[in-house]
Structure formats: C-alpha cells, structure tokens
Nanobody, 125 residues
C-alpha cells in the first residue's frame, strides 16, 4: 500500500507562483511513474503533468507547458510541481498520483494506482 500526501497549495494572485509537493509513504522502494492532476468545481479531473522514475522524461498538458515544471527527488520520495505565472483558470484541487505498474510518465488517469487527498490552489484575479 502507498499513501501520498500533498502540500503547498494556497491562495495566490494571478501571476504568482506556488510549489506543490507530494511525499509517498509505504511501499515506495519500487520504481514508479508519478503524475499531477487537477479538478475544478463542476469539471472532470484532468491531467497536468507526469514524470518517469528517473526524471528523464516529463509530459505536460498544453495548459501547463511553459509555466509548470514537474520534478522528483527519489531519495526524499517526493515529487514537485512548480507553478509559475498562475492564472484564475488554474484554480482547482490538485492531486498527485503514483503508477506502480509502469516506470514511465503516463497521461491517463486509469494508469495510476494510488492518489493523494488533494490540495486546493486558488488563483485570484
């Protein structure tokens, strides 16, 4: 079993930055891909970014390209999402997820085995 804990969300003005963190507890020694997703009120959960086990491959949603950076520190069992130039439309609950079936970065929600509880990001205009 794996338990994911996100932190770093909050309220920020448009144009500001936040760094989200997600730390894994439990069955963490196996290689796994990690991803960030978000869900705004009344909308479906959507892909934001993903990273493979070694950190050498990353994937971004079009909305995140050029503004968000995903990274990971396997020694700390933590994955990060640095978000710059935030916009009101980035307001959502952000979730991290772990894919213990594959080492690669994955876009699909169905690829992920474990999910965090989410952290709220609110961007004011």
């Amino acid at each position: 079993q794996v338990h994911l804990v996100e932190s770093g969300g909050g309220l920020v003005q448009a144009g500001g930055s936040l760094r989200l963190s997600c730390t894994a507890f439990g069955r963490t020694s196996e290689r796994h891909g990690m991803g960030w997703f978000r869900q705004a009120p009344g909308k479906e959960r959507e892909f934001v970014a993903a990273i493979n086990w070694s950190g050498t491959n990353t994937i971004y949603a079009d909305s995140a390209k050029g503004r968000f950076t995903i990274s990971r520190d396997n020694a700390k069992k933590t994955v990060y999402l640095r978000m710059n130039n935030l916009k009101p439309e980035d307001t959502a609950v952000y979730y991290c997820a772990a894919d213990y079936t594959r080492e690669r970065a994955s876009v699909a929600l169905s690829a992920y085995d474990y999910w965090g509880q989410g952290t709220q990001v609110t961007v004011s205009s």
